[in-house]
């Protein structure tokens, strides 16, 4: 598992007192308010305000005072460490997805998870068979019945005509 998550990536300046303008990741935006460390090139990063402005995160960077400093930034990722929290049942990060062994109910290697797409409606996991085709699964219940991160291994149900 890793212990730090990219949410987001520093893509501009904002003003002249060394704000930065960045792009998340993640869906939950909201999340920002409450980060007070971030780390920049795993730097560890003091944040001394965040807000948004159309559809990006503004932040203020402790020692970031001017637009030259923050120009240093640009194109930086900015990662956060993982929480010890634990997350609402049935919902996962998606880097400790990605790399799962799929195995359908009837025991049956169906290949690796290789990137998750989210619809807005439920994510769809995308996942690579042995012959190299990609098989596309809702994470719906009535798909997805064990996630077994200890073991790298994700059970699912096949509905008729989803293969």
């Known amino acids: 598992m890793q212990d730090k998550f990219e949410i987001g990536k520093i893509v501009n300046t904002f003003g002249i007192k060394g704000e930065v303008k960045v792009v998340p990741y993640t869906d939950d935006i909201e999340q920002f308010k409450k980060i007070k460390k971030v780390y920049i090139n795993n730097e560890a990063k003091e944040i001394e305000s965040s807000k948004y402005h159309k559809n990006t995160i503004i932040l203020k960077i402790k020692g970031i005072d001017s637009m030259n400093d923050a120009e240093n ?24 997805l990605i790399g799962l062994e799929v195995y359908s109910d009837e025991n049956n290697l169906l290949g690796i998870v290789k990137d998750i797409y989210n619809t807005g409606a439920n994510d769809i996991y995308s996942v690579e068979t042995p012959e190299g085709k990609e098989i596309l699964l809702p994470a719906i219940k009535e798909v997805i019945k064990q996630v077994d991160i200890e073991n790298k291994k994700i059970i699912v149900h096949i509905l008729k005509g989803l293969i």
């Open 73 to 96: 930034l640009r194109n930086c990722v900015i990662s956060v460490e993982r929480t010890n929290k634990k997350l609402p049942e049935n919902t996962y990060y998606i880097t400790d």
